[in-house]
């Protein structure tokens, strides 16, 4: 009996393996069940900024630890009108000789000028004041704003209007690497020791805490909650921003934009620039695109492409034939490409011939041109 040789027996195996193994399932691209094609790209990612309402993006907003000039008019005969100046305490308001704390936060300084009057006339201060609010410092926030931003660092931000899309303007916006995803380090607030403390007992004159208060105190028992910074997360492209998500920022608070991860196809064979492409962030790519990033075809009769595309509810890859020929007529044969394709123009009889044709006749013209005539 004739021995088979190590050769023989592994042509034998493999012509085995392809006959009995399990294939991947091939589509033609332009019969592709619709569960296998890539949705349009809709751009989300592709931002602007400037559309994105949010609560504080009124500059002129009274905030804490703004300074205000306050002027109040009584119209006496003998009156000396003076201005005071005053600044908006943390819980909002601001102390005005004679009427008393006024909540002013959030309002205009117009707004807030007849917040005072009104707030004076109701308590039987003055019948009627002429009142008006000027700002003469602003408070501001200092965000630090780091990575996919064009200017990162440390950013003054006025208190009124400190909120996250702000602080991306002033980082001057966003870059094109980088994602809608954001992180927002809130810092704990510097008050929070002393607000536990405002809640602890007090004696009836409020200034002196009770000794047992005291006691729990020099007993290390906690009485705040330790400064930890709170991370959370902000998809700038999510429907419910900045409706129903706290964008808000406070003093030292830090913004993060992540970078985009690249999305990227491959395509091989028969191209004259083989190797891996980005897909872009806002546009699609089709398979005719995809060979033309690599250069185009390298074969003039090259026609037959696969496309091996990766899907995560499937355990093995799908294969989609397509025709370069059709795909320039057909919008279905020239499918949308998606991460982890890859693209491979397929040699055949025709381009096999082609190429040893076009090989002879190179060869043939560089050896007439080095001819050399005696």
């Known amino acids: ?119 004076a006339i109701e308590r039987g201060i003055y019948l009627h004041p002429v009142v008006t609010v000027d700002v003469k410092t602003r408070a501001v926030n200092r965000i630090t704003v780091l990575g996919a931003v064009t200017n990162p660092g440390v950013h003054e931000i006025p208190r009124g209007s400190c909120d996250v899309v702000t602080a991306l303007a002033a980082a001057g916006g966003l870059t094109e690497k980088a994602s ?75 913004v993060m934009v992540t970078k985009r991860k690249s999305k990227v196809f491959h395509v091989s064979g028969l191209v004259n620039k083989p190797g891996q492409f980005e897909l872009p962030v806002d546009q699609d790519v089709h398979l005719l695109d995809g060979i033309a990033m690599a250069g185009g075809r390298s074969s003039p009769v090259a026609n037959k492409v696969f496309v091996i595309r990766r899907l995560e509810n499937r355990p093995e890859p799908i294969v989609i034939q397509a025709s370069l020929a059709e795909a320039k007529h057909n919008g279905a044969e020239n499918i949308r490409l998606t991460a982890g394709d890859t693209v491979t123009i397929e040699q055949t009889p025709a381009t096999v011939v082609v190429d040893t044709l076009s090989k ?11 001819t050399t005539v005696f």
């Open 1 to 119: 009996m004739p021995r088979i040789d190590l050769l023989t027996m592994m042509v034998l195996l493999v012509a085995a393996t392809v006959a009995t193994g399990c294939r991947s399932p091939i589509f033609r691209a332009r019969n592709l069940p619709p569960e296998f094609r890539v949705a349009a790209n809709k751009g989300e990612s592709n931002l602007n900024l400037s559309t994105l309402a949010s609560a504080g993006s009124k500059n002129s907003l009274l905030a804490p630890g703004d300074l205000l000039e306050v002027t109040i008019a009584t119209g006496r005969d003998d009156e000396r009108v003076a201005p005071m100046i005053v600044r908006v305490a943390n819980d909002g308001t601001v102390a005005i000789p004679l009427i008393g704390p006024v909540p002013v936060s959030g309002m205009e300084a117009f707004d807030a000028s007849q917040s005072i009057t009104t707030t």
């Open 360 to 370: 002879i006749i190179n060869v043939s013209v560089g050896i007439a041109g080095r």
């Open 180 to 254: 809608t995803e954001i992180e927002v380090m809130r810092q704990a607030s510097q008050n929070t020791f002393l607000a536990a403390n405002d809640a602890a007992p007090k004696s009836e004159n409020g200034n002196v805490q009770l000794a047992a208060y005291q006691s729990l105190q020099s007993s290390g028992a906690p009485v705040a909650p330790q400064n930890v910074p709170q991370v959370s997360r902000i998809n700038l492209a999510d429907a419910r921003f900045p409706g129903r998500i706290d964008s808000r920022l406070n003093d030292r608070d830090v």
